[in-house]
Structure formats: structure tokens, C-alpha cells
């Protein structure tokens, strides 16, 4: 069966942010860590897809890095770089696609 499609919301718990695809392929965090890690979604098939929501938090400035940055290739960003708006309770969304090596990727940016 497909994953769930409500959003999970997944903790930024100061270093890596983990995400169990089998629990929602949509899902969001709210970065409170000058950096943390987006490790490589689990449990994850050839051809699943899924959004991440991301939020800075009242300060902003915070970073969101890779595990595995050279499984991501980020579109207008290079392989596996991330370039988050900065602004404090700015929103950000990083999608992707799965094609059993690689995450191929687009972020967009300050949603308002």
C-alpha cells in the first residue's frame, strides 16, 4: 500500500532529521539548530516521491545539510546543496523523486 499523504511532522532534534517514508511521503520540520542533517528517507522504492516542508524558526538563519549529499542532486543548487531562505518563520519546499540511487530534487523557496 502507498504511504499515508497527511504530513508528519518530523523533529529537528539537533543533529539528523530522520524520515520513515512509510509513515507519510509528505512531511515537515521547523529548524531550531543553527545546522542539522536531512538523512536519506527510508523504506523507499523506485519511483516514490515525497515533499518536505521547511520552516526557520523564529531566529532563522539555520542550515539544512545532507547525510549522503552525494545522493541528492538538487536542481539549480548542485549535488547535494541546499540554499534555505533565511528569514525567521520563512517556509521553504524540497521535492523530490526516488529513482533507486538518487534523489533528484527542486526546492522552492519563501512561500508566504
Known sequence: ??????FVTLPDDGATITWDYTSGYNAQ???????????????MVNGDYG???ITQDGVGSRLLTFT???????AGGGAGTLTLTGTASSVDILSWVYDGTNFWATLGKEFS
Open 51 to 53: 515533499t518536505l516542508k
Open 1 to 6: 500500500t502507498d504511504p499515508p499523504k497527511a
Open 29 to 43: 520540520t521547523t529548524l531550531i539548530n543553527a545546522t542539522i542533517a536531512l538523512a536519506d528517507p527510508t523504506g
Open 68 to 74: 549522503t549529499p552525494a545522493n541528492w542532486k538538487v
